[in-house]
């Protein structure tokens, strides 16, 4: 070498270190110290290296051809400092002290040798690991994705990537799967997909990938594209059915109604014709949605009721794992928007309350999500600040640990739709608003569109902005034709009516009669309760409410019966102090 040995002990240099040629990275320093072994120790690093950074003993004797190598090897590479001892029992374990040793170790062979070691390894784990398989899954699918064996490849990946959906860890998920969509992809599955084997793969992706990113990441459009296509050709009526289900969800949440409500027709032909009641309840549940987005709040109350007139408990965890949420928990929690929407507001909550509870109890996150969302939301609508705030504070909680993106940002536009109501907060509130609001729609959630600009609008009349107001509106209305979503219709009308009186053009009344008969029309009675609440504002701002009891005496005197909820309490109050 370089140094040698003093007779006093101490090392000094052979020659001038100048002449001295030096590795450049530290990878050159680990390859040299490989190098200086001799080739048997080498290939027992390198062998090592193939099974992971962590090894044991029994698995390199297994492995190596000559078992009798394998100590002496790794005692001198614990000599040369690249492997260290970790356990004894219940048998001698190892570590690559740096994982950069692995690396280079692994890197040092040729790719058809690691093709047959990773072969090898994995059959090792299956021989080893017989009887705790699932325990070694994702081992099993690396293993065998870097080996030669294709079927079992796919196999371990579709199995691994299942195991780590069940666990919400939905990163791990989606790179397994598409691990093994992309063997499948290279193979007879793609030409003749008849056990529906690359479909269902595509569907579990979907659910993995929409609650990373919501539902504009490109894969996402993809994989849908390309179950769409594969459900086209045939297969079995489950994968079919778990396609169209999947559709569905991304077309709602796009806000394309019009494709939305033709796959839940689908949902409910298909479900109609194999009788099986687990199908039947999905597809109510996806047809009472579309309904509520459509504005039919009765029709979609009666979907639901069905839906869940057909939930079995002991079948819903598995169908949630399915479907990736609950059909039952989406069909409680939507129950609780329509009822809502007709007034119903004891019903409506005990529905969403239930729709948690059942989430909580199966303990899914994706469907616990979903629950706490419309639950917030519920509380939201009726102007209980606290509550809403508490589920929104559950939900950001709950999206925080699982890495739910869309869930997250949902939770922070709820949180700021809170604090809006506050005067002291309002400003900081709207650019929180915006800025979830604004994640939310770049996930893909076109639901919140209208929305997001009615808010916008009613904030720029306050900072005396009517231009923008207007620039906000017409966004609103062309987001709503474009889409379908009819549910906003009546607001949208509202303000407009609001916007023309702030600016003193005509039409005022007349806009908000028009919202109030499509509210009343629909048997919306919170709805109509909302455009009276901006109606009473919209006066009192024009210098106009003594017209207030004139005005909303009819509608106040409609809702006679109804429960004294705050939102009702805000209208009297603004009717009373005229």
């Not at 609950?326 to 004891?346: D, I, K, R, T, Y």
């Not at 600040?385 to 709820?414: C, I, K, M, T, Y």
């Not at 009669?513 to 009343?520: K, T």
Request: net charge neutral; glycine share 6%; with cysteine.
């Amino acid at each position: 070498g370089v140094l040698q040995r003093r007779a006093d002990g101490t090392l000094a240099a052979r020659g001038p270190l100048q002449s001295v040629s030096l590795p450049s990275t530290i990878e050159a320093v680990i390859q040299a110290r490989l190098d200086a072994l001799p080739p048997e120790v080498q290939a027992v690093a390198r062998q090592a290296a193939v099974i992971g950074r962590d090894f044991t003993l029994g698995e390199l004797q297994a492995l190596v051809p000559d078992a009798a190598q394998v100590a002496p090897a790794l005692s001198a590479l614990v000599t040369a400092a690249l492997v260290q001892p970790t356990r004894v029992v219940p048998e001698p374990g190892y570590r690559f002290r740096h994982a950069l040793s692995q690396v280079v170790a692994y890197d040092s062979l040729l790719q058809r040798q690691r093709r047959d070691l990773h072969d090898r390894v994995g059959r090792l784990l299956e021989a080893r690991q017989a009887g705790r398989l699932d325990e070694q899954l994702e081992l099993l699918a690396y293993h065998f994705v870097n080996g030669h064996d294709r079927e079992k490849a796919i196999v371990y990946s579709l199995r691994a990537g299942a195991k780590a959906a069940r666990q919400a860890t939905h990163a791990v998920a989606a790179r397994h799967l598409q691990a093994a969509i992309d063997l499948m992809e290279q193979g007879a599955d793609a030409i003749d997909d008849t056990t529906g084997r690359l479909l269902d793969a595509h569907v579990a992706l979907g659910h993995s990938l929409t609650l990373l990113h919501g539902y504009a990441e490109p894969l996402l459009v993809h994989t849908c594209e390309r179950a769409r296509a594969l459900s086209q050709q045939g297969g079995p009526m489950a994968s079919r059915f778990a396609a169209s289900w999947m559709l569905w969800r991304y077309y709602y949440n796009r806000a394309l109604m019009a494709e939305a409500e033709a796959m839940a027709d689908q949902l409910l032909a298909m479900a109609r014709h194999s009788g099986e009641r687990h199908r039947l309840l999905a597809a109510h549940t996806a047809l009472g949605i579309v309904l509520h987005f459509r504005g039919r709040h009765a029709p979609a109350r009666d979907a639901l009721l069905a839906a869940l007139q057909l939930q079995e408990p002991e079948a819903e965890a598995a169908l949630a794992q399915a479907y990736g949420a609950s059909p039952s928990v989406m069909a409680g929690s939507f129950l609780g928007q329509a009822l809502n929407a007709l007034g119903e507001a004891e019903a409506a909550e005990q529905a969403c309350l239930s729709a948690q509870r059942q989430a909580t109890e199966m303990a899914h996150p994706g469907s616990m999500a979903f629950a706490t969302f419309y639950l917030s939301t519920f509380y939201l609508l009726h102007g209980d600040g606290p509550r809403a705030q508490l589920q929104a504070q559950v939900l950001e909680e709950l999206a925080r640990r699982h890495e739910f993106g869309h869930w997250l940002s949902l939770s922070q536009v709820n949180g700021a739709m809170v604090m809006l109501a506050d005067p002291a907060q309002a400003a900081a509130a709207l650019a929180r608003f915006r800025s979830a609001a604004e994640a939310v729609m770049a996930a893909g959630v076109n639901l919140l569109r209208i929305p997001y600009h009615l808010v916008l609008l009613r904030a720029s009349l306050q900072a005396g902005r009517p231009d923008v107001a207007q620039a906000h509106w017409q966004a609103a209305h062309d987001a709503l034709h474009h889409g379908g979503v009819h549910l906003f219709e009546p607001q949208l009308e509202s303000a407009r009516a609001t916007l023309l009186l702030a600016t003193g053009a005509e039409g005022a009344m007349e806009g908000f009669a028009q919202a109030l008969a499509l509210a009343r029309g629909r048997q919306a009675q919170l709805l109509q309760l909302n455009i009276a609440l901006e109606m009473a504002q919209a006066l009192r701002q024009a210098g106009r409410l003594h017209d207030a009891p004139r005005l909303l005496g009819p509608v106040l005197n409609s809702l006679r019966q109804a429960p004294p909820t705050p939102l009702l309490q805000r209208v009297r109050q603004l009717v009373a102090a005229s």
